[in-house]
């Protein structure tokens, strides 16, 4: 019998854990535009921006690798008026320099021929890491793995 009761509790227990894990799977998938928080402080929007950045550039990568060359990069703007983390950082001239320099990188790879489209596009992946490696550098890591 109490072999029985163990066996019983088992399964019930075993049910449980099966449901609380498909539950919190239906949870996660129920908003498939949930961002992922990382900063448990919250997130700015010039970081959510440059997560969006990342996730495009990483598309254009795969598209110019697969010979689209006619692909376009995308309009990032908002890089100049974006709250950031750290507000003092996104409002210093350095940073400025250095979001203008991003943005005519940007435009010279949307209107460069296909043959020049892989070599602006790791230009334009060499002027993220430029302003990183002086102001943020915690996503250079990340960014490498942009490169051709």
């Known amino acids: 019998m109490s072999t ?8 019930i227990f075993l049910l449980l854990l099966l449901i609380s894990c498909n539950k919190e799977k239906t949870c996660r998938s129920a908003d498939p535009s949930a961002k992922k928080i990382i900063n448990p402080n919250g997130d700015s929007e010039l970081a959510l921006l440059m997560r969006e950045m990342y996730d495009e550039t990483f598309e254009l990568k795969q598209m110019i690798n697969a010979g689209k060359t006619e692909a376009e990069f995308f309009d990032h703007e908002k890089i100049l008026t974006a709250h950031a983390t750290e507000p003092e950082k996104a409002a210093s001239a350095e940073y400025k320099a250095f979001a203008q320099a991003y943005l005519q990188q940007v435009k ?17 992946i060499s002027q993220c890491k430029n302003c990183h490696k002086a102001l943020c550098p915690g996503p250079i890591v990340k960014i490498n793995k942009l490169e051709f």
Request: proline fraction near 4%; avoid cysteine; aromatic fraction near 12%.
């Open 4 to 11: 029985n009761k163990s066996y019983s509790l088992f399964l």
């Open 108 to 124: 010279q790879l949307n209107n460069s021929s296909p043959e020049l489209k892989k070599e602006h596009f790791s230009n334009l």
